[in-house]
């Protein structure tokens, strides 16, 4: 019985991360994000990432981007097996538990759904400064200067 109770717990909270994915998607594309506001604002929108750290900001935003989508796709494969190593740790999770039942079964689902949105939001930054920058060596009056 408890064991049915986790399978359809999970498959609920993982239809439904895969569902506000596939809502995010469509949102992004139909809403033009990040350009039907106007310009776009790095400082403001990613207050972590530090555009003067060294190398392309491209390749970074690139890169961090496919690092995100990967591990949200391997998080559901990885966390049950870190849950059962942290056993050895912190004494056995049990499931029967509804608060934990509850918290274990939303971040197994919830946050591979976070990382794809993540690294799918990077890729579009990163895909929109490759556009900037090639709207701007054809227009060699600007100064070398980027609007983003």
Do not use: C
């Not at 991360?17 to 350009?35: D, E, G, K, M, N």
């Not at 391997?74 to 934990?100: C, D, I, M, Q």
């Amino acid at each position: 019985e408890h064991i049915k109770l986790v399978r359809d717990t999970a498959g609920i909270a993982y239809f439904i991360s895969l569902l506000t994915l596939a809502i995010f998607v469509l949102l992004q594309r139909i809403r033009r994000w990040p350009t039907r506001a106007g310009t776009f604002n790095v400082w403001v929108n990613l207050p972590t990432f530090d555009p003067t750290a060294g190398g392309d900001v491209v390749e970074r935003l690139e890169r961090d981007a496919r690092f995100n989508i990967a591990l949200g796709f391997l998080l559901p494969f990885l966390t049950p097996a870190v849950v059962k190593s942290a056993t050895s740790l912190f004494g056995a999770v049990t499931l029967e538990n509804p608060h934990t039942l509850i918290w274990t079964v939303a971040a197994w689902a919830f946050l591979p759904s976070s990382l794809f949105m993540r690294g799918i939001a990077m890729g579009r930054i990163a895909s929109l400064i490759i556009e900037k920058r090639k709207l701007s060596t054809q227009d060699e009056g600007n100064g070398g200067l980027l609007p983003v």
